[in-house]
C-alpha cells in the first residue's frame, strides 16, 4: 500500500508486507498460543509489516467464531503476547479493526443484524435493520476504544476495516449510505464520513495526540476519494 509506505519507509526493516487473512484460530475472540506461533513464524520468516485478521469492536456481532476481538480490557493481555512475539523479530504490527454489520455470523440469540438502510445483500435470509444515529455514535466510540488497547498492547498502529461490505465500506457508497448521511446531519455524498467520524475520536483520545500513533489507513484506499 503507498499509505502505509508513506509511513514507514524509514520505519519497516523490509517491504515484504502480510495483509490481513483470516485463520478462525481465537477462542472466544482471545488471542490463542495458535494465533501467538501463526503470526510469530511469519514476523520469523522475515516479514517486515503484518496486519492482522479481522478484529471485532463490540461483542453483540460476530463475523465467524474464531476471529479476533478487542471489544473490552480482557482481550489486552493476550495482544500483548502476539504483539511481543513479532516484534522480536522487528516486525511491524498492525491490528485491523471491524464491525461485520449484516455479514454477522447467525449465532442463536444474535439480534438483527445491522445496516445503512433495510437493503442487504443477495443471500440474505432477512432483511438487516437500519442502524440509529445514537448506534453510529456508540459505532465510532467502541472503534477508538478498541484502537487504544491495541496501543496498550503495545501494537504499531490501526487499521479499518472497510472491505468484504462491512459498515464502514456501506457508508462510502452513495447508494446505500443516504439515509445514514443525512442521518448525521451532513450530506449524502461526503465520501468516508464514518471513517472520518471515527479518525475524528481517535485523535481525541490523549494518547493518540501524536497522529504517528494512528494511522487512519483504510481497506481498499483506491476507492476513497476523501
Known amino acids: 500500500s503507498r499509505g502505509l509506505g508513506d509511513v514507514y519507509k524509514r520505519q519497516i526493516k523490509n517491504r515484504i508486507f502480510m495483509p490481513p487473512l483470516s485463520t478462525n484460530l481465537a477462542d472466544k475472540g482471545y488471542v490463542t498460543d495458535a494465533l501467538v506461533k501463526h503470526y510469530e513464524a511469519r514476523a520469523k520468516g522475515g516479514v517486515g509489516l503484518i496486519v492482522t485478521e479481522v478484529t471485532t469492536v463490540e461483542p453483540t456481532y460476530t463475523y465467524l467464531p474464531g476471529d479476533m476481538s478487542?471489544?473490552?480490557d480482557s482481550?489486552?493481555?493476550?495482544?500483548?503476547k502476539?504483539?511481543?512475539?513479532?516484534?522480536?523479530?522487528?516486525?511491524k504490527i498492525l491490528s485491523q479493526l471491524f464491525h461485520p454489520?449484516?455479514?454477522a455470523f447467525p449465532i442463536p440469540g444474535t439480534p438483527q443484524l445491522i445496516a445503512p438502510s433495510n437493503v442487504g445483500p443477495y443471500y440474505a435470509k432477512s432483511a438487516p435493520r437500519e442502524v440509529t444515529k445514537e448506534e453510529l455514535k456508540v459505532l465510532v466510540k467502541q472503534f477508538g476504544e478498541a484502537a487504544l488497547r491495541f496501543k496498550k498492547a503495545g501494537g504499531d498502529?490501526?487499521?479499518?476495516?472497510k472491505g468484504n461490505m462491512i459498515i464502514c465500506v456501506k457508508f462510502q457508497k452513495q447508494q446505500?449510505?443516504?439515509?445514514?448521511c443525512y442521518s448525521l446531519g451532513d450530506k449524502a455524498h461526503i465520501?468516508?464520513?464514518f471513517c472520518l467520524m471515527v479518525a475524528s475520536f481517535f485523535y481525541r483520545i490523549p494518547q493518540f495526540k501524536n497522529h504517528k500513533n494512528c494511522?487512519?489507513?483504510?481497506?481498499?484506499?483506491a476507492d476513497d476519494k476523501a
Do not use: E
Open 70 to 72: 478487542i471489544y473490552d
Open 75 to 80: 482481550y489486552i493481555p493476550g495482544w500483548k
Open 82 to 91: 502476539l504483539v511481543d512475539a513479532v516484534h522480536r523479530y522487528d516486525t
Open 101 to 103: 454489520a449484516y455479514m
Open 157 to 161: 498502529q490501526c487499521n479499518i476495516s
Open 176 to 180: 446505500s449510505c443516504k439515509i445514514c
Open 191 to 193: 465520501t468516508g464520513k
Open 215 to 221: 494511522l487512519l489507513y483504510t481497506s481498499d484506499a
